[in-house]
T-cell receptor, first 114, second 115 residues
Framework: KNQVEQSPQSLIILEGKNCTLQ??????????LRWYKQDTGRGPVSLTI?????NTKSNGRYTATLDADTKQSSLHITASQLSDSASYIC?????????????FGAGTQVVVTP | EAQVTQNPRYLITVTGKKLTVTCSQN?????MSWYRQDPGLGLRQIYY???????DKGDVPEGYKVSRKEKRNFPLILESPSPNQTSLYFC??????????????FGQGTRLTVV
């Protein structure tokens, strides 16, 4: 079982609408939680990085939240644009690993339609 | 421009024919790693390197080799590719441990097909 589970697997939203993606993880202890955006066939690009002590972090229209007690995170996209169509990946970094090994979720595929 | 460059972007090869996928970064990063991405699965780490001549296995190292003779380069070697190594491969680098709030920079990916 993956230590980072994301839901939904995919979703379709209308341009201009908001959406929220979920991430549940079991990695413990962890040092930070990241959200990446991955366009089809391209490398992931960082959106936010949060430590266990942070509750929320924003990057433009993207806002990530973290509840370290329940081991849940969410990514909220506000006023979606066509360019938001991508896979969004939740990633947790292991604290006990000197490298800070990254544990990746399988991603949520978001399609924004006109 | 700061970047991680992988080559080639696309590769079709036959079973058993040795191949190398190159990865180069121009940011003087110490940490580099290789991942593979398969449908329905998250990225999985193949190998990583914390410095020149220091490499270690990730979660799925079988069938792969790496070397880190120079700081900027971290090639991935498939000595005898098999069809189950058909995948999308990513190289990544970071200036220090990812336990810190450090950005990891990913290459554009190499789509490998082994027939």
């Amino acid at each position: 079982k993956n230590q980072v589970e994301q839901s939904p697997q995919s979703l379709i939203i209308l341009e201009g609408k908001n959406c929220t993606l979920q991430c549940n993880y079991t990695v413990s202890p962890f040092s930070n939680l990241r959200w990446y955006k991955q366009d089809t066939g391209r490398g992931p690009v960082s959106l936010t990085i949060m430590t266990f002590s942070e509750n929320t972090k924003s990057n433009g229209r993207y806002t990530a939240t973290l509840d370290a007690d329940t081991k849940q995170s969410s990514l909220h996209i506000t006023a979606s644009q066509l360019s938001d169509s991508a896979s969004y990946i939740c990633v947790v970094s292991h604290l006990t690993d000197s490298w800070g090994k990254l544990q990746f979720g399988a991603g949520t595929q978001v399609v924004v339609t006109p | 421009e700061a970047q991680v460059t992988q080559n080639p972007r696309y590769l079709i090869t036959v079973t058993g024919k040795k191949l190398t996928v190159t990865c180069s970064q121009n940011m003087n990063h110490e940490y580099m790693s290789w991942y593979r991405q398969d449908p329905g699965l998250g990225l999985r780490q193949i190998y990583y390197s914390m410095n020149v001549e220091v490499t270690d296995k990730g979660d799925v190292p079988e069938g792969y080799k790496v070397s880190r003779k120079e700081k900027r380069n971290f090639p991935l070697i498939l000595e005898s590719p098999s069809p189950n190594q058909t995948s999308l491969y990513f190289c990544a680098s970071s200036p220090r441990t990812l336990r810190m709030n450090t950005e990891a920079f990913f290459g554009q990916g190499t789509r490998l097909t082994v027939v």
